[in-house]
């Protein structure tokens, strides 16, 4: 299983809504911006990681896969992936200009399309082998509801339907307005709407400060929040512990976090409950293993960022045994040969070979971006 080739792609897919936005971004598109790993003996592997559909940077990525990865790949046995992801990782000339941002992007979809082929190679779905299913039932929560550009009538309407017609037990609410009362409202509407059995997490995406959160969190403890993500700037591991110590509301956060040294440092700090990696932003499925296994030590609970966004995180989260929820975002799955679907509520178990990360033909006659 030789690499003969490492070729870069881009696409541009449009979301459900026209666009939405969160306290921080708001988009028109997602960019899975990937890899093809060609091996002599005909096999083809995918990974890919996720932007803002933003060309000029997703193009940085893309370099980078082609011009700084390839070369160092091209020759190489590909089932060595645990060997390979050091040689690249840890490349002097590149570990000096990033380890972190662009070049731990394109590792993630080097290293995402290395276990592609892995689970190809081996006629497995990536879940088997890893070693199996721990569950025969991972649960969805529905996080497209819930957006900040929504109005709390479309807020209130998506989540009736997603948890009457759709099967769905748990939402996710965007919070972070400059006035945080106007998030109390919202969240006060949604939880009388829904009721008490259904499970509301929130998520802030980095917007407020430490004394914000404070007030915030004050007001809306009756609220029954499953968990406050991100409440505070992604790097922070100082203030989100202050806030971890003065809150009864959970604290959630991972997904702008690049490293397993990142993980330590919220983990050992207090800082975290629940610990969101990211295949697509840590260095693949190789570091993923890596911080679920951090949080399995500290029997903290894993919830990965973007739930089926990677496709991968649907095998990692049937698998891995610190696993719990996973988010759903329905986006993307649409343009996979095995879309991440979700039935009442539940996420279906992949059955093909691989790691569900090969995209239809159709999609890049259709969105793909061609430099
Ligand atoms: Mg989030």
Redesign the pocket.
């Known amino acids: 299983m030789r690499i003969s080739a490492v070729e870069p792609f881009i696409l541009h897919l449009p979301l459900t809504s026209d666009s939405i936005s ?1 306290s921080t971004h708001s988009i028109t598109h997602w960019g899975v911006v990937g890899a093809k790993i060609t091996t002599t003996d005909g096999l083809e592997g995918y990974g890919f990681t996720g932007t803002h559909a933003h060309l000029p940077s997703d193009r940085l990525i893309t370099a980078c896969i082609r011009d700084c990865y390839g070369p160092l790949l091209v020759g190489e046995d590909a089932s060595d992936h645990q060997r390979l992801w050091t040689k690249l990782a840890r490349h002097p000339a590149l570990q000096w200009v990033g380890r972190a941002g662009i070049t731990h992007l394109a590792l993630a979809a080097v290293d995402v399309a290395l276990w592609d082929l892995a689970a190809k190679n081996a006629g497995a779905p990536l879940w088997s082998l890893l070693g199996g299913a721990r569950t025969e039932a991972l649960e969805a929560y529905n996080t497209d509801i819930g957006w900040l550009s929504f109005s709390k009538d479309a807020l209130l309407a998506g989540s009736a339907r997603a948890i009457e017609e759709e099967g769905f037990t748990r939402v996710k609410i965007k919070v972070g307005h400059d006035d945080p009362n106007i998030d109390i409202e919202r969240l006060e509407a949604v939880r009388k709407r829904v009721g008490s059995a259904i499970r509301i997490a929130i ?1 802030a ?1 980095g917007k407020w400060d430490l004394p914000t959160c404070q007030r915030f969190c004050a007001r809306a403890k009756d609220l029954d929040i499953y968990w406050f ?2 409440p505070m700037w992604y790097d922070d591991v100082a203030s989100h512990a202050a806030l971890a110590r003065n809150t009864s509301i959970p604290v959630a956060l991972g ?1 702008q976090l690049y490293t397993i040294d990142a993980f330590r440092s919220f983990i050992s700090a207090g800082a975290v409950h629940y610990v ?1 990696p990211d295949v697509t932003r840590l260095g693949g499925i190789t570091e993923y293993i890596q911080v679920a296994d951090l949080a399995l030590a500290n029997r903290l609970p894993v919830v990965p ?2 739930g089926e966004m990677s496709q991968v995180h649907v095998h990692l989260s049937y698998w891995h045994a610190a696993s719990t929820i996973l988010e759903y975002i329905p986006w993307i799955k649409d343009h996979f040969q095995e879309p991440a679907n979700v039935e009442s509520g539940l996420f279906m178990r992949p059955q093909q070979p691989g790691a569900s990360t090969t995209p239809l033909p159709q999609a890049f006659d259709r969105y793909g971006v061609y430099e």
Do not use: L, R
């Open positions: 969160d998520d995406n993500e991100e997904e969101q960022h973007a």
